[in-house]
């Protein structure tokens, strides 16, 4: 249990981080779980009607703001995950603003 709460300390930390580099997240419940499956139907939908050729002629990121969301959004995923199923909406969240 002392585990589960040091990975929930860990998602708010980053949920708060992330705040302030300007990358929101809903704070769970129904409305967290509404938000992740609507991201998820949404970036499915994106990302179906993106051809591979755009994909893969995307720059490399430089932006250090960017690239900090995105390690913040990696290491997010690893304590949601290991937080168990009261977390899942995050890392449903986590994926689809990775690949947003």
Known sequence: ANAELRYEDAIHLCLTILKELECRFPR??????????DSVRKTVKMVG????EMLESLPVATDP???AIMAFLNRMHEWA???GDKFVYVNLLVFTKMVQ
């Open 28 to 37: 769970g419940g129904v409305i967290g779980l509404m938000k992740a499956v």
């Open 49 to 52: 009607q993106t051809p591979a």
């Open 65 to 67: 703001s960017k690239i």
């Open 81 to 83: 995950y290991l937080a």
